[in-house]
């Protein structure tokens, strides 16, 4: 089994940064993409970030070149760095480990107020 335990999140005004953290603990071999997905009231979850353990890095379209996704392999942790936030940023953010089976963490809420 992995663990994640996810930190940061908050509410923040438009045009604004937060980092999300999410460390992994387990079966860390079991693990090659770490990464965020969100949901947002009444929609369906969405891919925002992905890196695998080679560094290969995937962005959803809304977020490309405002947010930046990095991962420390020795430390097991995946992290999101958001900047220029905006209103429609506003989800709950949920880590994800994939590999031999597929991990998330709790979640964390982010608020992007006008």
């Known amino acids: 089994q992995v663990q994640l335990v996810e930190s940061g999140g908050g509410l923040v005004q438009a045009g604004g940064s937060l980092r999300l953290s999410c460390a992994a603990s387990g079966s860390i071999f079991k693990i090659n993409v770490m990464g965020w997905y969100r949901q947002a009231p009444g929609k369906e979850r969405e891919l925002v970030a992905t890196i695998n353990r080679g560094g290969t890095i995937n962005y959803a379209d809304s977020v490309k070149g405002r947010f930046t996704i990095s991962r420390d392999n020795a430390k097991n942790t995946v992290y999101l760095q958001m900047n220029s936030l905006k209103p429609e940023d506003t989800a709950v953010y949920y880590c994800?480990?994939?590999?031999?089976?597929?991990?998330w963490g709790q979640g964390a809420q982010v608020t992007v107020s006008t």
């Open positions: 994800c480990a994939l590999g031999v089976g597929d991990y």
